[in-house]
T-cell receptor, first 116, second 112 residues
């Protein structure tokens, strides 16, 4: 399967710990997005990369959150000093630039984070 | 900020057509209408998109009103696998951004 993959699929951590999630996009896709989804809500945009450049960040991305895409391929999302309010599903999506407003994003299965 | 309005939930019988409405009264002339769906415990998946003309693909059809202030996603024969939350999303021209702004969507239940 050559879709978007995310690791781990589930993570339980204690408040105050740091966590890191990984996303592997579809191989030829140059855009990569991170979203967060809490129970009963639609996903909310966090940030996006074009190649290795982080081009947009949401207000939701506090300074405890950092995302990287060092070689323009996989990406990591780190949350430092986790809080219970960080409990959510973290979704990654990738796309191929060039289609403009007809761009289609392909989502991974998500990483479900529970902060105790 | 163009927004969409969808019913919170809908029900359909299996094997029957389903029409999922979306209102987007503040849409501008070059904003695209996209639909995604999210099956339980999965990430969202693309369904269809359009600008002005009606669109068909293997998953669904998209009917866009002449004034573009509303659209309808049509599933021609609902199956149990179509039970999901369906999101109607606008990609805004001039926004310089391709992020998807999800609302709460419509939760579709399919009755066997």
């Amino acid at each position: 399967d050559t879709g978007v993959s995310q690791d781990p699929r589930h993570k339980i951590t204690k408040r105050g710990q740091n966590v890191t999630f990984r996303c592997d996009p579809i191989s030829e896709h140059n855009r990569l997005y991170w979203y967060r989804q809490t129970l009963g809500q639609g996903p909310e945009f966090l940030t996006y990369f074009q190649n290795e450049a982080q081009l947009e960040k949401s207000r939701l991305l506090s300074d405890r959150f950092s995302a990287e895409r060092p070689k323009g391929s996989f990406s990591t999302l780190e949350i430092q000093r986790t809080e219970q309010g960080d409990s959510a599903m973290y979704l990654c999506a990738s796309s191929l630039a060039g289609a403009g407003l007809q761009e289609t994003q392909y989502f991974g299965p998500g990483t479900r984070l529970l902060v105790l | 900020d163009a927004k969409t309005t969808q019913p919170n939930s809908m029900e359909s019988n299996e094997e029957e057509p389903v029409h999922l409405p979306c209102n987007h009264s503040t849409i501008s002339g070059t904003d695209y209408i996209h639909w995604y769906r999210q099956l339980p415990s999965q990430g969202p998946e693309y369904v269809i998109h359009g600008l002005t003309s009606n669109v068909n693909n293997r998953m669904a059809s998209l009917a866009i009103a002449e004034d573009r202030k509303s659209s309808t996603l049509i599933l021609h024969r609902a199956t149990l696998r179509d039970a999901a939350v369906y999101y109607c999303i606008l990609l805004l021209s001039g926004a310089g951004s391709y992020q998807l702004t999800f609302g709460k969507g419509t939760k579709l239940s399919v009755i066997p």
